[in-house]
């Protein structure tokens, strides 16, 4: 998990600059279109990866997905070499590298078969630090145990010698509780997509910062994030004990809610110009970018004239990004252990490798439409209807969390096995 992390986050960053350098016609919204293509391989891969889990042992699907994944980073690598279609390889790469990493599935299935459900939280609190630390071994021993710590058998595990396999556990799943940890799940995958998405283009724009500018203070904030999302797991993991899951989940939507609505425009100032596009001064209220001497090669930087809502929606303050950052930085953490937390209780001791295929597969299908989304929305609208319209979203989710509530509790406490 931090191995796959921290791959992804040395590339999101810098995927803009990199795509505009290999082929100048793309534009924002192909951007969407290969930030997405991670994410749309990750959705098809997972399913069958987990599928593959449950009948298999982990270490191939796992073996086949990291050959995958290295060989698509090696591919992304030189995608600037063919003498055309650069931008068409850029986007076959990523998808390649998304296909590598559906074997996050296969890791989730693994740590909730094999913990019970006292360690649930924890467990999953430990895998999403060490995917943070991604942002900034082999095989083991592996087991199954039930929500009690008892262990059985696993499909998977059982030897050749042996016929029998582990008896079918008694009680149904809660569909309708498994179908809406989905959909919350989709949304904060989504809105993180998004986040991670416009945060280059957005800080150009705003601030009129160079590609290489952009890309330099975004990595500092992400490193920042990760970190900052490694003290709330470690926190999350005291405080679920105390509160429960379902509370923290609640908390972590209304944070992600609360930094996109400080996102919005507001005020009379308005964002620098791109020099490059205005012809002559028939603007004389819009602040431009310097003009740089015509003898350098500097690149244009501001918010480009073509993108008409430059014109007349205010500028976002770095005060606003950084705080903005600061509130998802938190929310999206305790959103993302805790919704793996609650489906994995959900699920009870049942093999869950496709569960959580089909989990990763939603998240993924979040992590596709959110840039294409954002990128077209953004694009055309500008900031001030995207984070209207993310915020509305949140909301939803918000209010479908709270009718769900009760739904949302773990498999044995459902049979009354175990106390709430």
């Not at 042992?57 to 060989?71: D, G, Q, T």
């Not at 599935?105 to 995917?131: I, P």
């Not at 991670?196 to 800080?203: C, D, H, M, V």
């Not at 055309?380 to 989710?397: E, H, K, N, Q, Y």
Request: overall charge neutral.
């Amino acid at each position: 998990m931090q191995c796959f992390f921290l791959g992804f986050t040395i590339v999101i960053t810098s995927i803009w600059p990199y795509l505009k350098n290999i082929d100048e016609s793309a534009d924002a919204s192909f951007l969407g279109w290969v930030v997405a293509a991670y994410s749309l391989g990750q959705m098809v891969a997972s399913p069958l990866f987990g599928l593959w889990s449950n009948h298999r042992p982990r270490r191939e699907p796992l073996v086949c997905s990291i050959f995958i994944n290295v060989s698509a980073n090696i591919y992304y690598t030189y995608v600037y070499l063919p003498p055309s279609y650069n931008k068409i390889h850029m986007l076959l790469a990523r998808t390649f590298v998304g296909i590598g990493a559906g074997n996050v599935a296969v890791v989730r299935s693994y740590v909730a078969g094999a913990t019970s459900l006292k360690e649930r939280t924890s467990a999953m609190a430990n895998l999403s630090a060490c995917q943070a630390l991604g942002f900034i071994l082999g095989p083991g021993l592996e087991h199954f145990v039930d929500d009690h710590g008892q262990l059985i058998c696993a499909i998977n595990y059982t030897p050749e010698e042996r016929v029998d396999v582990a008896p079918e556990v008694e009680g149904d799943i809660d569909q309708i509780a498994v179908f809406t940890s989905n959909v919350l799940f989709f949304v904060i995958l989504f809105m993180f997509a998004v986040f991670e998405t416009i945060s280059t283009p957005l800080s150009m724009d705003m601030f009129a910062w160079t590609r290489k500018e952009a890309v330099f203070y975004n990595g500092i904030i992400l490193a920042a994030i990760g970190f900052e999302s490694i003290l709330v797991f470690l926190v999350v993991k005291v405080v679920s004990a105390r509160v429960g899951d379902r509370p923290l989940l609640l908390g972590g939507l209304i944070l992600i809610f609360a930094g996109f609505f400080i996102l919005l425009p507001w005020g009379n100032q308005y964002p620098k110009i791109q020099w490059a596009d205005i012809q002559n001064n028939t603007l004389p209220t819009i602040r431009l970018a310097p003009t740089p001497p015509s003898n350098t090669s500097l690149e244009p930087t501001g918010c480009p004239s073509e993108q008409t809502w430059c014109l007349f929606t205010p500028v976002i303050h770095l005060a606003q990004y950084i705080t903005s950052d600061i509130l998802i930085g938190v929310g999206y953490p305790t959103c993302n252990v805790m919704s793996y937390t609650l489906y994995s209780k959900i699920l009870g001791p049942k093999p869950q490798g496709v569960y959580m295929g089909w989990l990763t597969a939603s998240g993924s299908g979040a992590r596709t439409l959110g840039p294409v989304f954002v990128s077209h929305v953004y694009t055309i609208l500008g900031p001030r209807w995207t984070f209207s319209v993310i915020c509305g979203i949140v909301l939803a989710a918000v209010v479908l969390l709270s009718a769900m509530y009760k739904r949302l509790i773990a498999f044995s406490v459902r049979h009354g096995r175990i106390d709430d």
